[in-house]
């Protein structure tokens, strides 16, 4: 059973903030990493992807992944309140990239 | 370049009832995926079309649920006899495929009630 593991939270983080989310997951073959933002009542909107070993930054996100470790973090810098949503990881599983597995999100609330 | 659309973007419906929902994925996206989901779950997978062939279907959809893809545009789920059990969030995305990149966007969703 291949499996993403995330902790549900809430997190919480004072506004300016780092906030690290993280995920882990058990197929050690997965290429390609994604983190979703869900608001309540919303649908996911796709706001990082990784799909080699390191860091991948873009404006306030950075996404880091550890293949040997089987981790995928998440880190939002100088957190805003409009950062407080639901956080998923979704990997695709090793051979098909077609298919998502995912967690079930980590709730993130940044406090003015 | 407009995101996914669906429509509609809710439903509530009576039990034993048909429900078709539509979905129009960006218009370079050759690959369609149909998913459920209910409060603190994440997506669901249903389905998932190849230009107009539907390629995969989850073991746990029910043959009460069906989805078309007639020209490789947009798509149609429809759900027969509706249950109680059937309300959630009916998600739909669109990706690329092969080198240029496979990310999933999503569409806004269709909530469906069933009463």
């Known amino acids: 059973q291949k499996e993403v593991e995330q902790n549900s939270g809430p997190l919480s983080v004072p506004e300016g903030a780092i906030a690290s989310l993280n995920c882990t997951y058990s197929d050690r073959g997965s290429q390609s990493f994604f983190w979703y933002r869900q608001y309540s009542g919303k649908s996911p909107e796709l706001i990082m992807f990784?799909?080699s070993n390191g860091d991948k930054e873009d404006g306030r996100f950075t996404a880091q992944l550890n293949k040997a470790s089987q981790y995928v973090s998440l880190l939002i810098r100088d957190s805003q309140p409009s950062d407080s949503a639901t956080y998923l990881c979704a990997v695709s599983p090793a051979g098909n990239n077609r298919k998502l597995i995912w967690g079930l999100g980590t709730s993130l609330a940044v406090n003015p | 370049d407009t995101g996914v659309s669906q429509d509609p973007r809710h439903k509530i419906t009576k039990r034993g009832q048909n429900v078709t929902f539509r979905c129009d994925p960006i218009?370079?996206?050759?690959?369609l995926y149909w998913y459920r989901q209910t409060l603190g779950q994440g997506p669901e997978f249903l389905t998932y079309f190849q230009n107009e062939a539907q390629l995969e279907k989850s073991r746990l959809l029910s043959d009460r649920f069906s989805a078309e893809r007639p020209k490789g545009s947009f798509s149609t789920l429809e759900i027969q006899r509706t249950e109680q059990g059937d309300s959630a969030m009916y998600l739909c995305?669109?990706?690329?495929?092969?080198?240029?990149?496979?990310?999933?966007?999503f569409g806004p969703g269709t909530r469906l009630t069933v009463t």
């Open positions: 995305a669109s990706s690329r495929s092969g080198r240029a990149g496979y990310e999933q966007y």
């Open positions: 990784i799909y």
């Open positions: 218009s370079e996206h050759n690959r």
